[in-house]
């Protein structure tokens, strides 16, 4: 009889913290005030493992690395018939993770994923692309997710993740839909809007096409992001760094936005093997972007294990705690 009192009030205790913290983090509201500059991580799958994910347990020390604010997305997958669906709990921990940033102090940015299967995101196919109703469907479930961002006091969003990399197979539907969806968010959501691309600089015939800068429009975006990563030595690829912002900065200025690096880190194999080259890697991109007056950065949540991980700590110190203003 004792045996089962105890194990009543065990699991009645264990119900009555879990309540309460579930009402602790969905009573949380978003951090009011301006920022001066966003000093953010990007997190594509924080929304799936929530809790799970490394960066989960470190919300404090990434608020005494000067991290403001914390870029994530729910995650699609589409087929060649162009429907789209992802998880059935995934709405769910999207509100969650929102909550449970707002409450630890951070700013939220949301991105749609949309992808073939699970793993690294790429093209997709151009029979996908050339159904009707695969643009139907994504443009459903950006507007559905606007009206999330709206109602959860989201900082930023962005109708998809690196729409340059999923329309490869169809490139001028890049900036034609920019354009289409544009109107369709600013009906439900109030807040800022981020163009969170992947341009490329125009230095080669097939690129050339697509990175046309008379094509790319980003008029009515609050915020032009781009993506980058270590793709060769330290010393050639701040080159290409530097010339990639003076390309896009002139496109961000026709488009009357602000030009901000939404993805970079060090990804790419054998480069990201070197601890001094990971460094590098994100502090080429923030000394570029601190010299041309960028609004944002958002590094990629960091390489996984010793020493890289300390690495990229110390880095995001010395320039979100320490420098950015």
């Known amino acids: 009889m004792k045996k089962k009192i105890l194990i009543i009030l065990i699991i009645g205790a264990i119900l009555f913290f879990a309540s309460s913290y579930l009402i602790w983090i969905l009573t949380a509201k978003p951090p009011v005030g301006e920022v001066a500059t966003y000093k953010g991580l990007w997190m594509p799958v924080i929304s799936v493992i929530p809790l799970m994910h490394p960066i989960s347990f470190n919300l404090e020390k990434l608020k005494n690395d000067g991290v403001n604010i914390l870029s994530f ?20 921990l999207v509100i969650f993770q929102i909550k449970r940033l707002h409450r630890a102090g951070f700013k939220v940015m949301l991105a749609n994923e949309v992808m073939e299967k699970i793993g690294v995101p790429g093209f997709l196919p151009l029979e996908t692309l050339n159904n009707p109703d695969f643009w139907i469907n994504l443009n459903k479930i950006v507007v559905e997710n606007a009206k999330v961002a709206e109602k959860y006091g989201v900082e930023l969003y962005a109708p998809l993740n690196e729409p340059e990399v999923k329309f490869h197979e169809k490139p001028e539907r890049i900036y034609q839909w920019a354009q289409e969806i544009l109107p369709q968010i600013k009906e439900v959501y109030h807040g800022k809007i981020v163009w969170k691309g992947a341009p490329d600089l125009p230095d080669q015939p097939e690129r050339a096409a697509i990175y046309d800068p008379n094509k790319m429009n980003f008029s009515g975006y609050d915020y032009l992001g781009f993506s980058t990563g270590l793709c060769d030595t330290p010393e050639k690829y701040q080159e290409r760094v530097e010339r990639l912002i003076n ?79």
């Open 73 to 92: 997305g729910p995650i699609f997958l589409v087929n060649k018939k162009g429907k789209i669906s992802n998880f059935l709990w995934s709405r769910h």
């Open 247 to 325: 390309f896009l900065k002139p496109i961000a200025e026709r488009s009357k936005t602000e030009l901000i690096v939404t993805e970079f880190g060090a990804w790419d194999k054998p480069w990201n093997q070197d601890p001094e080259n990971v460094r590098r890697a994100y502090e080429i991109v923030l000394e570029e972007g601190y010299k041309n007056n960028l609004k944002g950065f958002f590094a990629l949540d960091g390489p996984r294990g010793q020493p890289n991980f300390s690495v990229f700590e110390s880095v995001l110190k010395k320039w979100y705690e320490e420098t950015l203003p």
